[in-house]
């Protein structure tokens, strides 16, 4: 072989690498392009405490939980806030600064990735902040925000406060600041709004909720009949769902089942 048809050889070989990664890059945009085009199913997901306790924020419900001396009507309930309000605001100061020290876990980051392929929502019972910490867009919070404070006079003049909340910390015009947080009682203003989301859901999960808690729990009745519902849970006794849907397990290892699952 003399150097001309090497360097002929040479010279083809190269054109039709560049000619397949050419045709590489066009497929793999055109897929890119195809998927985002396609309308996303949308993921509606109720979570709850569950999610949480494996990044170390405790749960009311167990027995060395949240509200451990304390009983629910000294600390979350408006009955309490008005008989000793600064024991009220001290419990929830150190529930916010607890928030500082904890992080997502895989549950949470599951979540925001799903973003990807699906119209992700979240309903969520959880006053921590781990859903947008993960990278979740559409986070309701049922049952208001640790990091949020308001008038005691007011349900809607909602403002952002990460640090401690004491009496005499009001408003402009004078108003005693409380968390934003439902209390026992209390209406869940954002209750109409999810109820609208669930009616939507093409998928719904519930995850880390006892499902014992209302009005939230009757979201499993707002979803569509033609609907898919996941659960994930290690305490419930399935009387939701198909088998195959329902993982009696912690958040973290279920929504690792959970993804393997879903279909774009």
């Excluded at 209750?191 to 006892?210: C, E, P, Y």
Aim: proline share 4%; with cysteine.
């Amino acid at each position: 072989m003399n150097n001309f048809t090497f360097e002929y050889n040479s010279f083809l070989y190269l054109q039709k690498g560049i000619t397949d990664m050419i045709r590489n890059y066009r497929n793999q945009k055109f897929h890119i392009f195809k998927r985002k085009m396609k309308k996303k199913k949308k993921l509606v997901v109720l979570s709850g405490a569950g999610i949480s306790a494996e990044s170390g924020i405790k749960t009311f419900r167990d027995s060395g939980g949240l509200w451990e001396n304390h009983s629910i009507e000294d600390v979350a309930s408006p009955e309490g806030f008005a008989r000793n309000p600064q024991l009220v605001l001290n419990f929830y100061n150190a529930r916010r600064k607890q928030l500082k020290e904890v992080q997502p876990n895989d549950a949470h980051f599951i979540l925001a990735e799903l973003e990807e392929d699906f119209d992700v929502e979240i309903i969520t019972q959880n006053v921590d902040n781990l859903h947008e910490k993960a990278g979740s867009t559409k986070v309701i919070h049922l049952h208001g925000e640790l990091n949020k404070a308001r008038p005691v006079d007011s349900e809607t003049e909602i403002i952002e406060w990460e640090d401690d909340l004491n009496l005499g910390d009001q408003t402009s015009s004078g108003i005693q600041l409380r968390p934003h947080i439902v209390w026992f009682g209390e209406m869940v203003p954002e209750m109409d709004r999810a109820m609208k989301l669930a009616a939507k859901a093409d998928i719904f999960l519930v995850v880390g909720t006892s499902m014992q808690v209302y009005p939230a729990a009757g979201l499993i009745h707002s979803v569509p009949q033609n609907c898919t519902i996941y659960v994930i849970d290690p305490h419930l006794e399935n009387n939701i769902t198909r088998s195959e849907n329902f993982f009696k397990t912690p958040a973290t290892e279920g929504m690792r089942k959970f993804k393997s699952c879903l279909k774009p």
